[in-house]
């Protein structure tokens, strides 16, 4: 049955050019090395505010430490960075 599909696609489709890159040769291309990094915007803010806790303490009531601690573990978006090295 499959086969039949292929074929009816075949025939719909034009031929491929004689010059064209095979595809199988621009997939099969190693990977080097992959990078990558996260950054979550609720660490960025939990880290802000542990950091003006520490600096001024008067000024951090603890229900705005918990309040934020909560939030920034419900938070889940962030910034991610990837980068993906490929050998020739």
Do not use: K, N
């Not at 979550?40 to 803010?45: I, W």
């Not at 001024?56 to 419900?74: G, K, M, N, Y």
């Amino acid at each position: 049955m499959m086969q039949h599909v292929r074929r009816g696609i075949a025939r719909i489709l034009p031929a491929a050019p004689e010059i064209s890159i095979p595809i199988s040769d621009a997939v099969q291309t190693g990977v080097r090395s992959i990078t990558v990094l996260t950054l979550r915007f609720g660490s960025a803010l939990a880290l802000g505010v542990v950091v003006a806790a520490v600096v001024r303490p008067e000024s951090f009531p603890v229900q705005l430490l918990c309040a934020v601690s909560v939030a920034t573990f419900a938070d889940r978006s962030g910034l991610t960075y990837l980068r993906i090295r490929r050998t020739c």
